[in-house]
T-cell receptor, first 109, second 113 residues
């Protein structure tokens, strides 16, 4: 099935830096979501977005539903070591639901 | 509150042996249930999903099967494992807020030798 393209594939950043990642699709979605997977665990839902242009924050995390409905962005401010993991976007349209390819984040203390 | 359990946590099986992984959900009724597989360092591949007891939809043809004998129980099975079945198996549920908001279990690490 379709997969959403996430970029970058991996990031290595210094603690305290801000992080930006995005997710793009060739199709429009009604819902965009962002998940984080810690090593060896299941993904955890971070943020859900339901409206084009919507900007939602969860602590140091901010995500946006792109106005074209074909993309979404996740920003992490002032990164800390526990931010390490794989970040997945996901999109839903009708009965279709797809996960992104993931962005692996490494935070260097 | 809702919780989701998977067992076993890890499993090492020989090629050709059978498989049974179990997932149970507590604290919710009539959830949508999902089985995913994740190869090392890769994304999530949806294997099966279920919207109710006895209702199973398969996303990828393979030697795996799924069953939902009870409302909050989802089982992943195989009669004969292949080397390529190795991976991290994740069960997830979704409720009334929409099937896109999925909540994952802790996963089962399967190694087929």
């Amino acid at each position: 099935g379709q997969q959403l393209n996430q970029s970058p594939q991996s990031m290595f950043i210094q603690e305290g830096e801000d992080v930006s990642m995005n997710c793009t699709s060739s199709s429009i979605f009604n819902t965009w979501l962002w998940y984080k997977q810690d090593p060896g665990e299941g993904p955890v839902l971070l943020i859900a977005l339901y409206k084009a242009g919507e900007l939602t924050s969860n602590g140091r995390l901010t995500a946006q539903f792109g106005i074209t409905r074909k993309d979404s962005f996740l920003n992490i401010s002032a990164s800390i070591p526990s931010d390490v993991g794989i970040y997945f976007c996901a999109g839903q349209f009708g009965n279709q639901f797809y996960f992104g390819t993931g962005t692996s984040l490494t935070v260097i203390p | 509150s809702q919780t989701i359990h998977q067992w076993p946590a890890t499993l090492v099986q020989p090629v050709g042996s059978p498989l049974s992984l179990e997932c149970t959900v507590e604290g919710t009724s009539n959830p949508n249930l999902y089985w995913y597989r994740q190869a090392a360092g890769r994304g999530l591949q949806l294997l099966f999903y279920s919207v109710g007891i006895g209702q199973i939809s398969s996303e990828v043809p393979q030697n795996l099967s799924a069953s939902r004998p009870q409302d909050r129980q989802f089982i992943l099975s195989s009669k004969k494992l292949l080397l390529s079945d190795s991976g991290f198996y994740l069960c997830a549920w979704a409720g009334t807020r929409g099937f896109a908001e999925q909540f994952f279990g802790p996963g089962t690490r399967l190694t087929v030798l």
